[in-house]
C-alpha cells in the first residue's frame, strides 16, 4: 500500500553488466526525494539501529521508486525555475496517500533556502525549513533538539520583534505571512529578530511550541527589546520587562477599554496611551 520514492535526477544510467544474475547497478546523478521522504527516512533509521541483522530484515522486501531524470530541450531554459516548477508538480501529482502540507511545498523556495542560509551563515542558528529536516543530527546526536529554530516560531519570534503582534499569533504562519523576501533578509530585522530569540529562549516555557502557550511570551519579548537597553545583560532586560509587563496588566485591568482601542488603533512600533 505504499506510495514508494519518486526521485528526480539530472541524469540516470542503468548498467547490467555487473556479473550478477537479475541485478544491475543504477547510477543517478544529483538525486532528489521530491516524494516518499518519510519512507526513505523510516528505511534509514530501520537499517541504523541493527546493522548486524538489516540484510536479514530487509531481504525480500521491495519498495517502488519511480526516477525522473530532468533533460532540458534547450540550453536557453532556466533549468532552476523549471526544476522546482516541476518539483512542486510532481509532487502534487504523485501524493495521494498522505498529504503534503501547503507549508512543505512552499518551503522549497529559493527564497527560504537563502533565509536557512543566512541565518546559519550569520547567527549560527539552526532554521528548520523542512519539518523534521535535522531528525539526522538529533537522533545521531550532532546536534540537540533545543539547538533547531522552527520555520512557524521563527516568523513569530521575526514579526514579534517588529511589533507586529497580532500577526505572530496568527495560525498557519508559515502560509499567510505577509512578509517579503527584503523584510526577512533586511539586516536590522535580522538583528532585531537574534535578539528577540536570544530573550525568548530564555522567556519561553520548555517544550511549548503551541501559539497560544507562548502569546504572552511575544509580548514580553516585544517589550524586552523595545523597551529595554541592548547594551545590558539578558538578565537586567529579563527583569526590567518584566516590570513593565506587570505594569501593563495594571493599566490594562484599569482601563481596559482605553488600552485595547489604543494597542488597535496605534501601528507597531509602540503602544500610545500607555506609559510604561
Known amino acids: 500500500m505504499n506510495n514508494g520514492l519518486t526521485i528526480l535526477s539530472n541524469e540516470t544510467n542503468i548498467n547490467e553488466r555487473i556479473g550478477q544474475h537479475n541485478k544491475a547497478q543504477l547510477r543517478i546523478l544529483n538525486p532528489q526525494i521530491i516524494n516518499g521522504g518519510q519512507t526513505a527516512y523510516t528505511l534509514g533509521r530501520a537499517m541504523n539501529e541493527d546493522r548486524a541483522t538489516a540484510e536479514e530484515r530487509f531481504a525480500g522486501k521491495e519498495v517502488l521508486t519511480k526516477i525522473i531524470t530532468l533533460t532540458p530541450k534547450n540550453a536557453s531554459v532556466d ?28 518551503s522549497n523556495d529559493p527564497n527560504y533556502l537563502k533565509i536557512q542560509k543566512v541565518l546559519y551563515e550569520n547567527y549560527g542558528i539552526l ?21 533547531v529554530l522552527e520555520r512557524n516560531l521563527f516568523l513569530r519570534i521575526f514579526l514579534s520583534a517588529l511589533g507586529k503582534l497580532d500577526a505572530a499569533r496568527r495560525r498557519k504562519i508559515f502560509t499567510s505571512h505577509e512578509l517579503a523576501i527584503d523584510d526577512l533578509l533586511d539586516e536590522r530585522n535580522l538583528e532585531k529578530f537574534v535578539d528577540a530569540y536570544q530573550l525568548f529562549k530564555r522567556l519561553a516555557p520548555r517544550n511549548t511550541n503551541a501559539p497560544k502557550k507562548y502569546k504572552d511570551v511575544l509580548a514580553k519579548v516585544y517589550i524586552c527589546t523595545e523597551k529595554t537597553s541592548f547594551e545590558k545583560s539578558i538578565e537586567d532586560r529579563i527583569g526590567e520587562g518584566g516590570l513593565l509587563w506587570s505594569r501593563l496588566l495594571e493599566l490594562v485591568a484599569m482601563k481596559r477599554e482605553e488600552c485595547v482601542s489604543a494597542w488597535n488603533v496605534d501601528p507597531p512600533g509602540g503602544v500610545t496611551g500607555v506609559q510604561f
Open 79 to 106: 533549468t532552476l525555475d523549471e526544476r522546482n516548477r516541476l518539483i512542486r508538480e510532481i509532487s502534487e501529482a504523485t501524493n495521494r496517500q498522505s498529504p503534503v502540507v501547503n507549508a512543505d511545498r512552499l
Open 127 to 147: 532554521y528548520e525549513r523542512k519539518r523534521g529536516e535535522f531528525s539526522d543530527g538529533i537522533g545521531s546526536g550532532y546536534i540537540k533538539d533545543a539547538e
